[in-house]
T-cell receptor
Framework: GQQVMQIPQYQHVQEGEDFTTYCNSSTTLSNIQWYKQRPGGHPVFLIQLVKSGEVKKQKRLTFQFGEAKKNSSLHITATQTTDVGTYFCAGRNNNDMRFGAGTRLTVKP | NAGVTQTPKFQVLKTGQSMTLQCAQDMNHEYMSWYRQDPGMGLRLIHYSVGAGITDQGEVPNGYNVSRSTTEDFPLRLLSAAPSQTSVYFC?????????????FGEGSRLTVL
């Protein structure tokens, strides 16, 4: 079945440093979504990528979808303490949405 | 705006007991799903539904039943709870446009099975 792998599992950065998390699927995806979960909270939707090679930006966040639609990345420029949380990718194959294990980001002020 | 409502927020069960986690959404979403979240394993799909009367299995369906008699409700049933089912459970819903779009999550239900 479809598997979505995400690395790294943890990332600790100094405030102001950049952060990247990577997502890889064992199958071609219809789309990929990214979510953020604050400690003790529930996942909150960030963005959806649909097209091969697509790049989207949200302020300091840059999202990419690979040409083969099997991988994706989220890059945060100049992290802030408000970026703390776990970032998940979710790959869609028909009606089946599979999540990666997430990357837990901590930011030292 | 209620969004996705899950009850109960916390539950402790003994091995072998049964219970139902309730999920309701007021956004008229066709798609609803249940995930469990365990440390280091992300969110794993248990069951999903693309509309009333239609359900399908996700990646970890064993030990769980679902039904979808209305668009609004998607309960998750544990028929005989086991310690391995100790987890945080999230219900999520979305519109369907060739497949699920943005998922809206409930606040979660923390289940402990002793």
């Amino acid at each position: 079945g479809q598997q979505v792998m995400q690395i790294p599992q943890y990332q600790h950065v100094q405030e102001g440093e950049d952060f990247t998390t990577y997502c890889n699927s064992s199958t071609t995806l219809s789309n990929i979504q990214w979510y953020k979960q604050r400690p003790g909270g529930h996942p909150v939707f960030l963005i959806q990528l649909v097209k091969s090679g697509e790049v989207k930006k949200q302020k300091r966040l840059t999202f990419q979808f690979g040409e083969a639609k099997k991988n994706s990345s989220l890059h945060i420029t100049a992290t802030q303490t408000t970026d703390v949380g776990t970032y998940f990718c979710a790959g869609r194959n028909n009606n089946d949405m599979r999540f990666g294990a997430g990357t837990r980001l901590t930011v030292k002020p | 705006n209620a969004g996705v409502t899950q009850t109960p927020k916390f539950q402790v069960l003994k091995t072998g007991q049964s219970m139902t986690l309730q999920c309701a959404q007021d956004m008229n979403h066709e798609y609803m799903s249940w995930y469990r979240q365990d440390p280091g394993m992300g969110l794993r799909l248990i069951h999903y539904s693309v509309g009333a009367g239609i359900t399908d299995q996700g990646e970890v369906p064993n030990g769980y039943n679902v039904s979808r008699s209305t668009t609004e409700d998607f309960p998750l049933r544990l028929l005989s709870a086991a310690p391995s089912q100790t987890s945080v459970y999230f219900c999520a819903s979305s519109r369907l446009a060739g497949g699920p779009g943005e998922l809206f999550f409930g606040e979660g239900s923390r289940l402990t099975v002793l």
